[in-house]
Structures are given as structure tokens and as C-alpha cells.
């Protein structure tokens, strides 16, 4: 197998996220690496009519988003196709089928099932998919069932804190992780929008802040903060939750490479200032 890999494209898409080009039973679509979204590959309903699947009857009929707070009218359901991402075919994927916001064109979405399974290193550094090849020899993430995501354990400026590692969009902290940090948030700029309808109110991080990943503290230079759990619509557990998303904005900067397959994240030391 190529070990080169194949190649991101990366977009602006409500911040920066990677896109690879694929096929889903020889159709060809350009996905999204969603590495917190819990599916192994989903495509939107156009993007399966065109490719000719053979679509379950819907299984949720309030699921999806065609604007924010409003959810798209066709719900959610599932298709099972061969999906192929460079020299990788894996056959017999159940792809999930639902719509997501066209502002920007998007055909669809690589998860965490499918990078997980294909033992995917992201190389947000290099814009590189890797398949299998050396270990990156970083720091370890632990897998969280309840957010079906890698998560690194850290510290903020000196203070625990817990992140998923997210390879779209920027960083995110939630409202009471900034409260409890001592980061200061700004008013409200924005609204955004989670797959069951949920809408939330989104606000700057102002306070100056760094976050520790593989022995280095890291910058922050900007973030947003909303309420992590309305979004994804569940219940705030009284400890141990998360605090935030470390995304693609920062990784791509830090020049992160994700390993998947192993569980790692591995970073080279912060540029020093000329």
C-alpha cells in the first residue's frame, strides 16, 4: 500500500476542515475527515441518489441540518456501499445518509468508525491521509465511548483539563471549562447549530491562554466557546466531562499528526520566535 497516502484539500467550511477525495461504489465524492463525528462515512441524500444506493427506510425523520436550528426534512438513514480513499478499498461500509448545510458543497463525511477501522494517520502538517506506516511516537489519547471521540488529558496554563482531538474546525471550550480555567469570553457573535436542532449561543475566548500537547505549551491565539453538551444534546455529567475541541485550526498550525490506528498524537516542538 502507498505509504505516501493521499492527499487533504482544506477548505473553509464554518472553519478550517480536510477534505480527500473517495468513491462510494465507484462514484466519486469528495468527504469531509470528521474525526468527531461517530459514523464510519455518511453522504448527503442528493450525493446518494446520484450514486445510485440503495437506501434502509428512514430511521429517524427529525435528524440532519439544512440551516442552523433547522433540521432537514428527509431525516437520517443508511445505505451499505464499497468506499474507496486512494489505494484503500474497504467493501461492505454502512454509510449513513442525512443533510447537512450547503452553503458551501459538501458531499459527505469520513468518521471516526472508518478511521479507527482503516488505521488512518492524519498528518495535518504535511496535508497527507496515511494508511498503517511507522508509529508516531507521541502522546497517547484515550478513547471516551460517551463522545465516541479521542481525548487527550492536559493542562491549561497549569490547570487539568480534558479535549477531544478533533481534526475539523477550531478550538471550542465550553462555557463552564472557561469558567472554571479563569479564561474570559466576550458577547455573543454567532449561533450555531447541533444535528437534533439544538441551537447555541457562541461567544470569543478573549483571555489569553495556552494549552500542553506531547511536552510543549501551545498557544491558543483563537477559540470560540458554546455549550458543547445542548449542541450534541446530552446530558452534562456532574465530573469528568469535557472541556473542548482542540481542531483542525491548531493542529494544522502545530503541524499535528493523529494516528488513529495507534491512538496517538504526535507533535514537533513550537516554532521559537525569531
Known amino acids: 500500500m502507498d505509504t505516501d497516502g493521499v492527499e487533504l484539500t ?50 429517524q425523520p427529525r435528524y440532519g441540518i439544512e440551516a442552523v436550528g433547522r433540521l432537514g ?17 474497504a467493501a461492505g461500509v454502512e ?9 458551501e458543497p459538501v458531499d459527505g463525511m469520513l468518521g471516526i468508525g472508518w478511521l479507527r ?36 488529558d492536559t493542562r491549561v496554563d497549569g490547570s487539568p483539563a480534558r479535549f477531544v482531538v478533533s481534526t475539523v474546525a477550531g478550538v471550542v471550550l465550553d462555557p463552564a471549562a472557561a469558567a472554571r480555567l479563569g479564561l474570559g469570553l466576550g458577547d455573543v457573535v454567532d449561533e450555531d447549530g447541533g444535528p437534533t436542532g439544538t441551537v447555541v449561543q457562541v461567544r470569543p475566548v478573549r483571555t489569553p491562554w495556552s494549552v500542553e500537547l506531547d511536552g510543549h505549551a501551545r498557544a491558543v491565539p483563537e477559540a470560540m466557546s458554546w455549550d458543547l453538551y445542548a449542541y450534541a ?29 495507534r491512538g496517538e498524537i504526535a507533535l514537533p516542538p513550537p516554532d521559537r520566535p525569531s
Open 95 to 103: 454509510i449513513a445518509v442525512f443533510d447537512v448545510p450547503q452553503d
Open 73 to 89: 426534512s428527509r431525516g437520517r438513514t443508511t445505505a451499505v456501499a464499497d468506499l474507496r480513499v486512494g489505494d484503500d478499498l
Open 10 to 59: 482544506f477548505r473553509q467550511v464554518s472553519g478550517l476542515r480536510p477534505f480527500v477525495m473517495a468513491e462510494v461504489d465507484g462514484f466519486p465524492v469528495g468527504l469531509m475527515v470528521h474525526s468527531n463525528a461517530g459514523f464510519r462515512a455518511m453522504v448527503t441524500h442528493d450525493v446518494a441518489a446520484r450514486a445510485g444506493l440503495d437506501l434502509a427506510p428512514v430511521e
Open 233 to 261: 444534546d446530552r446530558p452534562r455529567p456532574a465530573s469528568g466531562g469535557i472541556d473542548g475541541f482542540l481542531g483542525c485550526e491548531l493542529l494544522v498550525r502545530e503541524r499535528a499528526v493523529v494516528d488513529f490506528g
Open 117 to 152: 477501522e482503516r488505521a488512518v494517520a492524519v498528518d495535518l502538517g504535511a496535508g497527507r491521509l496515511r494508511f498503517g506506516g511507522d508509529a508516531v511516537a507521541g502522546t497517547a489519547m484515550a478513547w471516551d465511548d460517551g463522545w465516541q471521540a479521542y481525548v487527550v
